[in-house]
């Protein structure tokens, strides 16, 4: 079993996050969590943090979507003494695909998982660093329904709670360290 971890102060975390305005278009406040995973100290409080949540679920799997999942998820699978398994953009995965298509709001996208990926039963959490509108994590989730994955969370290192993604995964664990109101 893995060791207990210490509480961390968000307001530290939220602190190490650099804030760029008008990026990507006018009007829109970016925030830039490169600053925080830089920082070695702030990187390993944010994975703590995040392994102190699902710490007791006995995790068999965490899965990090492309493509800054895939910083999340390694680090927080060794955590918790998990497999880690990447969710792709098309084209990407070797072995025979389970694919999704999802909308977004000018046109659609394309997640993939090998279909071996998940056996039955394994215990998924599926890791992200941002929630937003929240529909890639929707089409994740529907791969992992697909193979048979019993969802223990949703992780995100920040989240934008204006834009309510959250509503999207009622009866979820939806665990966000750093939150933003606009």
Same mark, same amino acid.
């Given at each position: 079993?893995?060791?207990?971890?210490? &509480?961390v102060?968000?307001? *530290?975390?939220?602190? %190490?996050?650099?804030?760029?305005p !008008?990026? &990507?278009?006018? /009007? +829109?406040?970016? $925030?830039?969590i490169?600053?925080? #995973?830089? !920082?070695?100290?702030?990187?390993?409080?944010?994975i !703590? @943090?995040? @392994?102190?949540?699902? +710490?007791?679920?006995?995790i068999?799997?965490?899965?990090?979507? =492309?493509?800054?999942?895939?910083?999340?998820? &390694?680090? %927080?699978?060794?955590?918790?003494?998990?497999?880690?398994? &990447?969710?792709?953009?098309?084209?990407? #995965?070797?072995?025979?695909?389970?694919?999704? *298509? $999802?909308?977004?709001? $000018? /046109?659609?996208? *394309?997640? =993939?998982?090998?279909? !071996?990926?998940?056996?039955?039963? =394994?215990?998924?959490?599926?890791?992200?660093?941002?929630?937003?509108?929240?529909?890639?994590?929707?089409?994740? +989730?529907?791969?992992?329904?697909?193979? /048979?994955?019993?969802?223990?969370?949703?992780?995100?290192?920040?989240? #934008?709670?204006?834009?309510? /993604?959250?509503?999207?995964?009622?009866?979820?664990?939806?665990?966000?360290l %750093?939150? $933003?109101?606009?």
């Open positions: 079993m893995p060791e207990k971890i210490k &509480p102060d968000v307001e *530290t975390l939220k602190a %190490l996050v650099r804030t760029v !008008d990026f &990507p278009k006018p /009007g +829109i406040l970016f $925030y830039d490169t600053t925080l #995973l830089k !920082d070695k100290t702030g990187f390993a409080m944010l !703590d @943090a995040m @392994a102190e949540h699902y +710490i007791e679920h006995k068999d799997l965490v899965l990090g979507i =492309e493509a800054r999942g895939f910083i999340f998820g &390694p680090a %927080l699978a060794y955590r918790l003494n998990a497999g880690f398994v &990447p969710v792709r953009k098309p084209r990407k #995965l070797p072995a025979p695909v389970a694919r999704e *298509t $999802y909308e977004l709001e $000018y /046109g659609s996208d *394309t997640l =993939e998982i090998h279909q !071996d990926a998940i056996r039955s039963g =394994e215990r998924v959490v599926v890791v992200d660093d941002l929630l937003a509108t929240g529909g890639t994590m929707e089409a994740t +989730i529907k791969l992992v329904k697909q193979l /048979g994955g019993d969802i223990v969370g949703l992780g995100f290192a920040v989240e #934008l709670d204006f834009l309510k /993604g959250r509503e999207r995964f009622t009866g979820l664990d939806v665990f966000s %750093l939150h $933003y109101d606009e």
